[in-house]
């Protein structure tokens, strides 16, 4: 590791400690100050977003995520005032007892420490993670694409801004540069950094897992399914689908495979009728493809190959699997799943409840769309990535899934025999 870069560590470990002394009060007033700050310097952020967008291609899935406009700051803006709203998390009593002689023990919570983010695209992730480490306690180091790049150095600019106009260590938050050697850096950081999330493609995500030196916890791919039932209502399942599929393919949320049971083949034209306005292009298998045939546009039906089932799309395309069978659609929901969301269509709650329990995934839905997988719309105020492992966190992560505990054992002079 270059003596620069450990430099840069060792001066984000320091700040988290000084994290420690902020009062929630404080904390709260210095990101309600970012969002206002946010929506100011708005325009300045926007021009900063059209030279990353410049460099790529607008057909690329993942320009979607890419860009910033004057309604996802003002959303970043509000989302950032959300989180300053919000209980904090630290120094909650998890558990307590006091001992035969007379020892006390306390549960408490507390922040990891130092959170290190390596994330692709997206620069409203920059926003998220600074608000949420901030109200946990934790310091941050990004780690960011470099097709993001100047939109994330305007971003951690306005931030730091705010800190040095508190008087506090702008090294509470810092961002890397956007090169490879930095990102291997920060993989071997142990003894600075406590926790890596990697958010974006799979192929990140694999890639971070492997390499890591340090604690990783998984994020953000996501194959998601929604199963049709042969009980499902066509109305709900059209509404659902069209939505889970085409209100932002980019995301990880977004549908990628319809699976229906083969008794309600005759409905899925109208299930898939909305999907033509969005130009969605499926790929269905041999039964699905027949009973779409000359009632989907040609040019947007496709016949399936053993590639279409388990890709995640992120872009208007989605898979169809025909099965015959609730048992079958298990069955292809535990081979391709990601463990992020799936949902089933269903008027029948004996079959609702049995996929609930039985389906492996952060996130199990019964008439819902997958859409909703979020942070904000759980309530969670924003979130840090969506977690698709079953250790420590699950799910959308907030404040609460960004600490840990320590015990605290306070007595009168007690030794063990």
Not at 64 to 78: G, M, P, V, Y
Not at 160 to 165: E, G, I, T, Y
Not at 168 to 197: K, N, Q
Request: with cysteine.
């Amino acid at each position: 590791m270059k003596n620069s870069t450990k430099k840069i560590f060792q001066l984000v470990k320091d700040a988290g400690q000084e994290l420690s002394l902020l009062s929630d009060k404080s904390i709260n007033e210095i990101l309600n100050t970012v969002a206002d700050e946010t929506l100011r310097n708005s325009d300045f952020i926007l021009s900063e977003n059209k030279k990353d967008l410049a460099r790529m291609d607008k057909s690329n899935p993942k320009y979607d995520r890419l860009e910033l406009t004057k309604e996802r700051i003002e959303s970043i803006a509000a989302d950032t005032r959300k989180v300053s709203t919000l209980i904090s998390p630290l120094n909650r009593i998890l558990g307590e007892n006091t001992r035969p002689n007379g020892m006390k023990l306390k549960k408490i919570s507390v922040p990891f420490g130092v959170i290190g983010i390596i994330y692709e695209a997206r620069p409203n992730v920059s926003f998220d993670v600074f608000a949420l480490c901030m109200k946990s306690g934790n310091a941050c180091i990004l780690k960011g694409g470099s097709d993001a790049n100047d939109s994330n150095k305007a971003i951690i600019k306005i931030i730091h801004n705010v800190l040095k106009k508190f008087k506090l260590d702008t090294h509470f938050v810092e961002l890397l540069p956007p090169d490879r050697e930095t990102t291997a850096e920060l993989l071997e950081a142990r003894g600075y950094v406590d926790l890596l999330i990697p958010r974006g493609s799979k192929g990140l995500i694999n890639f971070v897992r492997e390499n890591a030196k340090i604690p990783v916890i998984e994020t953000g791919a996501g194959i998601c399914h929604t199963y049709f039932d042969e009980f499902g209502d066509t109305k709900k399942g059209t509404d659902i689908v069209n939505n889970a599929k085409t209100r932002r393919v980019s995301v990880c949320n977004a549908l990628d495979c319809l699976i229906i049971h083969e008794k309600r083949l005759s409905d899925l034209p109208v299930i898939c009728s909305e999907l033509k306005k969005s130009d969605v292009i499926i790929y269905a298998d041999e039964k699905a493809y027949a009973a779409l045939d000359k009632k989907y546009p040609e040019p947007l039906l496709k016949h399936s190959t053993d590639e279409t089932f388990g890709t995640e799309f992120l872009d208007y395309k989605m898979a169809i699997k025909t099965v015959d069978s609730f048992e079958e659609a298990l069955s292809h929901i535990r081979i391709n799943s990601s463990g992020h969301s799936e949902c089933i269509i269903t008027e029948n709650q004996n079959r609702a409840d049995n996929y609930l329990k039985r389906v492996d995934a952060a996130c199990v839905y019964h008439n819902v769309s997958t859409a909703f997988t979020d942070g904000a719309q759980f309530g969670l105020g924003a979130e840090i990535g969506i977690s698709t492992q079953k250790l420590h966190a699950r799910g959308p992560m907030g404040l609460e899934e960004l600490t840990t505990y320590k015990w605290i054992i306070q007595g009168d002079g007690q030794i063990r025999s």
